[in-house]
């Protein structure tokens, strides 16, 4: 049977700024097919797939429906060509049932009967084999009925070609299955379905052709039944580009911190981490390489006190054993209540308590640095808030994803910034600025922040600025542990180079650092080691130098086979 | 069918997007426009109601000089003016604090009234029978300690469960004006319709009665600026104010900071409350706090929770207010005159803020319209 | 009339007033705007109804014609400042707490304005009699159940018929949750809100012009509507946002607030003067004490809308 072209795409473009995200891409797509588009993050994948939906619009090139060429210019015109997307976030109403959110903003002269409705929601559901109580209302629902809502929702429209923007991200593997039947019965009912994607198994295991993106531009499509993941891999990642990013090779790394069977479930529920054990060592970068949202964040906030564990250790290390005790990084109260519990000892292995000193003489005494730890300081950071883990005495500094709603405070200006860890120094309630705007000063000099002057608020910076004093200031704090995750995400190359150089800095300095990245060019030459994540499970932890990407990207993508095991 | 529209159809007319920096000299000039504009509107809306007005056309001068008449005319209107300034102040810096943390505290006319209670309640049953000095501290106690009260209850909620404290502290006031009325029934004798003035427990005039409120109010302006940007108690307000997920992220324990803020703001409010009672009244009324608190937070909101701007923008309410009183009692008009006038005026002023904060494209301009879109992502 | 029914059917009478209020808060809540001016807007539809009946009181028209006429001057004048609040709060974006508080100062200053200027023998006196229909002229409270307390109970009944079983109604709940979702399936999120603004607020003027009308009847009337727009807010949240368990909320308000007259009348109930304060302070303890159990209890069908308060700007993220 000769098959009929439902979409075709022709030449493409789409520009961000001066970002090109998508580049005269041509793509064609067939009745009653499924194609997978397959890509790394930021390739383009979804930018594209929005054009057809209406989200965005092209800047040039043409989309053509059953031959003809058409324009589409919102949600709603796509729903009249019969396209649907259903997007990773839903759109949904969490107080309403199913059935009323699918009927939601659906035009009809009937009479509104939701009775009716119901009845309609349950004769798709049971025509393409989903499993759906129309009557449940959204907040009830799992991840995977929520997405089976908005398939729904979207055939309810009379969609014949449905676009999946990552449907399997969050679904378990039994529930990948069912989801992969309903798309089988659809394929066979004529009907068109892209399915964006980044794992291997998946595209192998249920589509028909495999369109391949690479740095916004159409690689190549191909017949699933004449490829291999390898041969797949190897066109998605592309061939290693030389960065020339300096790395020194690590001195007499020790571990500073050790994560052992961490696992989280999230607040609607879900294993988010599953058994993470790892060790970052100090002097030592460890690059975390995996899909995005496949628990990268969920993991550096655990670890920094944001979310609460359900099981695990989360060790600090500080190997302390007969070296002087510093003013450096715990306060007066910090060391007699250490010495109290006889942690310190002198010259000749006696204790020290401080017993009945002033603290001239104490401060003397520690200064002239004989005054000694008699243990290596080992520290439990789990079920600690990160004012706890502070009052430790322990110095983790981490560059969070989202700069602006949890980094910094956009309103404030650079100096308030500074101070959001510092602010507590200093005995009266008030704020000491002078300190911070020595500091905002200097990382606006050493790290060439453009901005006109300390007190601009940060809001108003550009996006490499603004990540310029986010990173300044968490190594302001002196760290001993510094987690960043995607640092260099939406910045431009030269922002980019001084965030690596502040990172092999650091590492150099000893400290333990954590990179969460996410272009495998910039993991493999940056890190040291790469742990390898996927579906919240560590799937592997390899050496940087030594390995490839077409390994790491087959480890992103790999299954956990343990995973398999639980369902 | 849709396959002949044209491309350009897709931008709409008008495209909105948010100003990423404010001019402040722009900012004020559209602020002034609107509270022209809004005049030249009182001035439409005075034809229609004032029949003087509408009789005698040539008298619109009078009607609006009298803006200046009602405060400045005679010493006793000018310290007046002052004095109502102090207290409508006093309430909208006490509101400031919870606001900046975005805590929605409408609560504070009865926050000032237990306040006001609070401090009478005090020299109802103390006055006369310890010495004056003490009666007035205790007084301030009482009020500070009732406003606080008052203030922490829909906070402690909001902090445990989330209650919206916008309806909460809403109802709060309603509570507080019928546990005034009933005190009264209590303290009144009966036959008798109001508690009249308390022969006790009334603050020295230093010159002027009014002077020492107003010192009193300049130095809590003064100090509360100093609080909320000098402080570390400020900042925390702030940081829980702009993002609650720095505020964890640093270490910042939110639900204190929101029952503390609470706290401060209700205890302030009471200080009004006993500005009220001691500085002006010696009594008490379900009527006492006089619709401040609600007013207060209109002056808190012009003044952007800058307590130093906070003075300008209560000195223009009453200015408004003082100006509307005079022409009602020239032009013979209902005393609910000036409400209407400083309703206007706020419509324009809420209107204007658009207009400074959201920049307006027209069809044609593309360029700017699509950075404005990068600039979001 | 036994003096228990009377003071029952004096209580739905009183409760009318807070039906219509609230029935319109509730209205333009579910579009997700708290409208602080329905105090203002309560009182500026009684103003409205009042001009016009104080133009036409004494012309000798048909008296439905007359009563017609009134409803529509209640509620053009409630339905303007409706207009002024959405323009100011969706198309301007202003804060909605500072623009309602601002719109009740207007309304209800605008109201003792105007009604210091009408003359209560014209507006008050005649019309009252046709409003009152069909019981009007009885002694006992059952006069006071006229045609706008019949209209009352329609609108409220009405309301949560459109709200919870029509799809302009299923469209209206949706905005005021979420209106990136309602935005995103092609519902227009700016005319919803304006329509159920200025709908809501129609609907609340009518309490105002039907208190004054139809239960005080009295010259100063006015003087004490504005508390009871504060009271129909709090309305809402007893009856959690649905407009047919306003009426079980007002009957309930209207008892506690015409209790401190009647009950003093029972001569087997021992009470002082100091009760009835406590009796009036009584809706408001409850409304807090139901917004803290729905808060905690955490129900999401008896949480106020998601987006209330919220100005929606749709490229903000």
Redesign the interface.
């Given at each position: 049977m000769e098959k009929q072209l439902a979409l075709q795409m022709r030449g493409i473009t789409k520009s961000f700024g001066p970002v090109v995200a998508n580049n005269h891409v041509d793509l064609d797509v067939y009745r009653g097919e499924i194609l997978a588009v397959l890509g790394e993050n930021g390739c383009g994948k979804t930018t594209l797939m929005n054009m057809i939906a209406g989200i965005y619009f092209p800047d040039e090139g043409q989309i053509l429906i059953d031959g003809k060429e058409v324009v589409i210019r919102?949600?709603?015109d796509a729903?009249e060509h019969k396209i649907g997307m259903i997007h990773q976030h839903f759109?949904?109403?969490?107080?309403?049932t199913a059935a009323?959110n699918v009927?939601?903003?659906?035009e009809?002269k009937e009479k509104?009967n939701?009775k009716a409705v119901n009845a309609q929601v349950a004769q798709i559901a049971e025509r393409y084999g989903f499993r759906l109580d129309p009557a449940k209302?959204i907040?009830d629902m799992s991840v995977s009925e929520k997405q089976t809502v908005e398939i729904i929702k979207v055939l309810y429209r009379g969609a014949d070609i449905l676009i999946l923007d990552e449907p399997t991200a969050v679904l378990t593997p039994q529930e990948i299955t069912r989801l992969f039947d309903v798309l089988r019965r659809m394929k066979e009912d004529g009907k068109s379905i892209i399915i964006i994607t980044h794992k291997l198994n998946e595209v192998m295991e249920v589509s028909d052709r495999v369109a391949i993106l690479r740095r916004g531009e159409h690689v190549a499509t191909v017949n699933t039944a004449e490829t291999s993941e390898a041969e797949l891999t190897e066109m998605m990642v592309g061939k290693k580009i030389d960065l020339n990013i300096h790395r020194s090779t690590p001195v007499n790394a020790i571990p500073r911190l050790v994560v052992e069977d961490l696992n989280l479930y999230n607040a609607e529920g879900i294993h988010v981490l599953k058994d993470i054990s790892f060790t970052a060592n100090g002097g030592e970068i460890l690059g975390i390489a995996g899909i995005a949202g496949s628990g990268q964040k969920e993991l550096l906030e655990s670890i920094s006190g944001l979310q609460p564990v359900e099981s695990g250790k989360i060790t600090f290390y500080n190997p302390k054993k007969d070296r002087p005790v510093s003013f450096f990084h715990k306060s007066m109260k910090q060391v007699r209540a250490l010495a109290a519990k006889g942690a310190f000892h002198d010259r000749n292995l006696n204790d020290v308590t401080f017993h009945g000193m002033s603290n001239k003489a104490v401060r003397k005494w520690v200064q002239n640095g004989d005054v000694l730890f008699r243990e290596d300081e080992v520290m439990n950071l789990r079920d600690k808030t990160p004012l706890e883990i502070r009052q430790l005495g322990v110095h983790l500094s981490f560059v969070p994803e989202d700069r602006l709603g949890m980094g910094l405070v956009g309103s404030m200006d650079i100096t308030d910034n500074m101070m959001l860890r510092s602010y507590r120094k200093g005995k009266l309630g008030f704020l000491n600025r002078k300190k911070p705007k020595a500091q905002a000063e200097e990382i606006i000099r050493e790290l060439e922040v453009s901005t006109p002057g300390v007190s601009t608020p940060v809001r108003r910076l550009s996006g490499g600025n603004v990540q310029k004093v986010l990173v300044g200031r968490e190594i302001a704090y002196t760290p001993k542990v510094l987690m960043a995750a995607y640092p260099v995400r939406g910045l431009d190359i030269n922002s980019s180079y001084t965030i690596y150089n502040l990172l092999n800095r650091q590492k150099e300095n000893g400290v333990a650092v954590i990179y969460v990245g996410e272009d495998l060019d910039v993991l493999l030459e940056l890190c040291d080691r790469i742990m390898v994540i996927n579906g919240g499970a560590v799937t592997g932890i390899v050496d940087a130098r030594t390995t490839t990407k077409e390994e790491i990207g087959l480890l992103m993508t790999k299954t956990d086979e343990r995973k398999e095991e639980d369902a | 069918m849709s396959t002949v529209k044209k491309n350009e159809v897709r931008e709409p007319l008008i495209h909105?997007?948010?100003r990423t920096s404010v001019n402040p000299v722009r900012a004020w000039a559209i602020r002034i426009a609107a509270i022209v504009l809004g005049l030249i509107v009182c001035g439409l809306v005075a034809f229609l109601?004032i029949e003087k007005l509408n009789a005698h056309p040539e008298k619109i001068g009078d009607f609006y000089t009298a803006f200046i008449k009602g405060s400045f005319s005679t010493s006793r209107k000018f310290w007046k003016f002052l004095k109502n300034i102090a207290i409508l102040l006093c309430v909208s810096l006490a509101l400031t604090p919870a606001f900046r943390m975005r805590f929605?505290n409408?609560g504070g006319e009865g926050q000032t009234l237990v306040g006001v209670l609070g401090a009478i309640a005090v020299d109802f049953y103390l006055g006369g029978k310890i010495p004056e000095w003490l009666l007035l501290i205790l007084m301030f106690i009482a009020a500070l300690l009732t406003g606080a009260v008052w203030g922490v209850i829909p906070a402690l909620?909001r902090a445990k469960?989330?209650?919206?404290e916008?309806?909460?502290t809403?109802?709060?006031?309603?509570?507080a004006t019928?546990?005034v009325?009933?005190f009264?029934?209590?303290w009144v004798p009966?036959g008798s319709s109001s508690l009249g003035k308390l022969k006790y427990g009334k603050l020295p005039s230093i010159g002027n009665d009014y002077l020492l409120i107003i010192l009193i109010v300049v130095a809590l302006a003064v100090a509360l600026y100093i609080y909320l940007n000098y402080t570390k108690h400020g900042y925390e307000i702030n940081v829980v104010g702009e993002s609650v997920r720095t505020a964890q992220y640093v270490g910042i324990n939110e639900k204190k900071v929101i029952i503390r803020t609470m706290i401060l703001s209700g205890a302030l409010c009471g200080l009004a409350g006993y500005l009220i009672a001691a500085g002006l009244d010696q009594t008490v009324t379900t009527e006492s706090a006089g619709?401040q608190g609600?007013?207060g937070?209109?002056v808190a909101?012009l003044g952007k929770f800058n307590p130093l701007a906070m003075i300008l923008t209560a000195a223009l309410i009453q200015l408004l207010n003082q100006g509307a009183a005079q022409i009602s009692q020239d032009f013979d008009?209902?005393?609910?005159?000036?409400?209407?006038i400083?309703?206007?005026i706020?419509?324009f002023i809420?209107?204007s803020?658009?207009f400074i904060n959201?920049e307006i494209h027209f069809r044609g301009h593309h360029g700017l319209a699509e950075a404005?879109?990068e600039a979001?992502k | 009339m036994n003096i228990w029914l009377n003071f029952l059917i004096d209580s739905l009478a009183f409760g009318a007033t807070f039906m219509y209020g609230s029935t319109g808060e509730i209205l333009t809540e579910k579009a997700g705007h708290?409208n602080?001016g329905i105090p203002?807007i309560m009182c500026m539809g009684g103003a409205g109804g009042c001009l016009i009946l104080n133009m036409i009181g004494k012309s000798g028209l048909p008296p439905f014609l007359i009563v017609i006429l009134g409803i529509l001057g209640s509620l053009i004048l409630s339905m303007l400042c409706g207009l002024?609040y959405s323009?100011?709060t969706v198309?301007?974006?202003?804060?909605q707490?500072?623009?309602g508080?601002?719109?009740?100062?207007?309304?209800?200053?605008?109201?003792?304005?105007?009604m210091?200027?009408l003359d209560a023998t014209v507006y008050l006196i005649g019309p009252k009699m046709m409003y009152r229909w069909p019981f009007a002229g009885r002694q006992d409270s059952l006069q006071c159940l006229g045609v706008l307390f019949f209209l009352a109970i329609i609108i409220v009944l009405l309301s949560s018929w459109v709200l919870f079983?029509?799809?302009v109604g299923?469209?209206l709940?949706?905005v005021g949750?979420?209106p990136?979702?309602?935005d995103?399936?092609?519902?227009n999120v700016t005319r919803y809100k304006y329509m159920a603004t200025c709908i809501g607020s129609g609907i609340a003027g009518l309490g105002g012009f039907y208190y004054i009308i139809d239960y005080m009847v009295s010259q100063e009337a006015y003087l004490s509507l504005e508390?009871f727009g504060?009271?129909s807010?709090?309305l809402v949240?007893f009856a959690l946002w649905r407009p047919h368990l306003t009426i079980i909320g007002s009957f309930v308000f209207g008892f506690l607030f015409s209790c401190s007259s009647y009950i003093t009348n029972i001569s087997w109930i021992q009470v002082?003067?100091?009760t009835?304060?406590?009796l009036?302070?009584l809706p408001?303890?409850v409304?807090?004490i139901v917004?803290?159990i729905s808060?905690?209890r955490?129900k999401?069908?008896n949480q106020?809308p998601?987006s209330l308060?919220l100005s929606y700007?749709r490229?903000?993220?």
């Open positions: 919102s949600p709603k729903f759109k949904l109403v969490d107080l309403f009323e009927v939601l903003g659906t009809s509104y939701l209302k907040y | 909105l997007s948010k109601l929605w409408i909620f469960w989330g209650t919206n916008t309806l909460f809403l109802m709060m006031n309603y509570v019928f546990l009325s009933y009264l029934v209590i009966s619709g609600f007013t937070i209109m909101w008009v209902s005393g609910a005159f000036p409400n209407v400083v309703g206007i706020l419509f809420i209107g803020e658009f959201y404005g879109k979001v | 708290l602080l203002g002024i323009f100011l198309t301007l974006r202003a804060n707490n500072v623009t508080l601002a719109l009740t100062t207007f309304g209800v200053g605008l109201m003792k304005v105007i210091s200027k079983r029509t799809r299923l469209q709940r949706a949750e979420n990136a979702t309602a995103a399936v092609g519902i508390a504060w009271l807010i709090a949240i002082t003067m100091a009835k304060p406590l009036k302070m408001y303890v409304t807090i917004l803290v808060s905690i955490n999401r069908e106020p998601a308060g700007f490229e903000e993220r």
